[in-house]
């Protein structure tokens, strides 16, 4: 029988589980969300989490700022894992969290907890590099589909991974969903981890063209993700008078400041992920929800960088694994080599269509500090993750008018 407090300890600590371990805790996490719905109650006062992906250290730092579980109930967007150099500890640590304390944590699904997208963005190739086989990617992966699909925090403020979806009109068509499955590429399911808000939508519609599109498939378009579907304020706005909610919170969408609000305040995007990829030079923050569902976005920074290892002194088993528990890791540098320089490669494009959107004359807004809170669409925000369904290729682009610039990079 796996000890859950000792590997609480030891994902602290950054110890790598043995193989066996992992396998046991996965087996023990899929039993507890099997309990579980596709819609998770929530009561507040809790604290939102967006996108994390695998910065470890950076989980670390929200613990420090606002507590650790079960301190504090926590509820997780999705994306833990890919781009970052420690996906597996941080996926690790959290779903031993889950297992610990289940009603005081809640895992929702994003897009990258999903076989294929982490096949090609970094979690594969770790699991391989630090273990030595694809053992620990196939049970965590099997775990990924056990994940709920959204939240509802004292039913008022619904909490998603993406957005909505022109098939879901309810909340509780989302819990008639068969979620224990690979991330589809198209259909509700998907839409809930891959859509994204979009201003523009808001905006009026001159041409009978666009009146007919509206009338037809209401406030929502096709997303150039590749997945999913862009949606505006007038669906919003149906959405949460059906539903009898106030508010969406929902991440997915690198935001430079560390937050974005829309819609007059009724859609909220939390990014937690500060520096990007080490290079971005985002802020972060998380979405702490008061008794009375007063929302205080706390943004923060990176970890300092004394308080983090740099991967690259790491062995072959993965940096602070030798002590874990007989981990097998022996090195893969190869793919360790491949995985960077297809790292590197993603964000050396983001870069050159943030400098050829600059050169366009665009006013870009993508800046780094501290947002005013409550100030509607004032965060420039960046799309992330790997194009979903038919495969949005390589590339980037811009798009935005006067003040609601947004840069948008699709992979």
């Not at 063209?209 to 304020?233: N, V």
């Amino acid at each position: 029988m796996v000890n859950v407090d000792l590997c609480i300890d030891m994902c602290y600590a950054r110890q790598l589980l043995s193989e066996a371990a992992v396998r046991e805790l996965c087996e023990k996490a899929k039993e507890v969300l099997l309990a579980e719905g596709n819609v998770r109650r929530v009561d507040s006062p809790c604290t939102i989490v967006g996108d994390v992906h695998g910065q470890f250290y950076d989980v670390l730092e929200i613990f420090r700022i606002t507590g650790k579980c079960p301190d504090v109930n926590f509820v997780f967007l999705g994306d833990y894992v890919d781009r970052g150099f420690f996906s597996v500890e941080t996926i690790l640590l959290l779903l031993c969290l889950k297992i610990r304390w289940p009603h005081r944590i809640t895992l929702i699904r994003g897009n990258h907890e999903s076989r294929a997208v982490t096949q090609t963005y970094g979690f594969y190739a770790e699991c391989m590099r630090k273990y030595g086989n694809s053992n620990v990617w196939t049970y965590i992966t099997d775990f990924f589909d056990y994940l709920v699909l959204a939240a509802v925090i004292d039913d008022a403020i619904f909490c998603v991974h993406g957005g909505l979806s022109p098939s879901i009109h309810t909340v509780d068509q989302i819990k008639m969903i068969d979620r224990f499955k690979e991330l589809p590429h198209e259909g509700p399911m998907a839409d809930l981890v891959w859509s994204d808000p979009s201003p523009s939508l808001s905006e009026d519609r001159s041409s009978y063209q666009q009146q007919q599109q509206q009338q037809l498939h209401g406030d929502f378009q096709i997303s150039p993700r590749g997945a999913g579907y862009l949606f505006g304020k007038q669906v919003t706005t149906h959405f949460l008078h059906l539903n009898d909610l106030g508010h969406i919170c929902r991440a997915h969408q690198l935001c430079m400041e560390g937050y974005q609000i829309l819609f007059d305040d009724l859609v909220s995007t939390v990014w937690s992920a500060p520096n990007y990829c080490y290079r971005a030079g985002n802020m972060a923050s998380v979405l702490q929800i008061g008794e009375g569902l007063e929302r205080f976005f706390n943004v923060f920074g990176p970890c300092p960088d004394d308080a983090r290892e740099s991967p690259n002194r790491d062995g072959g088993g993965g940096g602070g694994g030798g002590g874990g528990g007989g981990s097998s890791g022996s090195g893969g540098a190869n793919s360790s080599q491949a995985g960077q320089d297809t790292d590197d490669h993603e964000i050396a494009q983001f870069f050159l269509a943030l400098m050829e959107h600059q050169r366009n004359g665009g006013r870009n807004r993508a800046r780094s500090g501290r947002g005013g809170h409550g100030r509607d669409s004032n965060s420039a925000s960046v799309d992330t993750g790997g194009g979903g369904g038919g495969g949005a290729g390589g590339g980037a682009s811009a798009s935005g008018k006067g003040d609601d610039v947004v840069l948008k990079f699709f992979l």
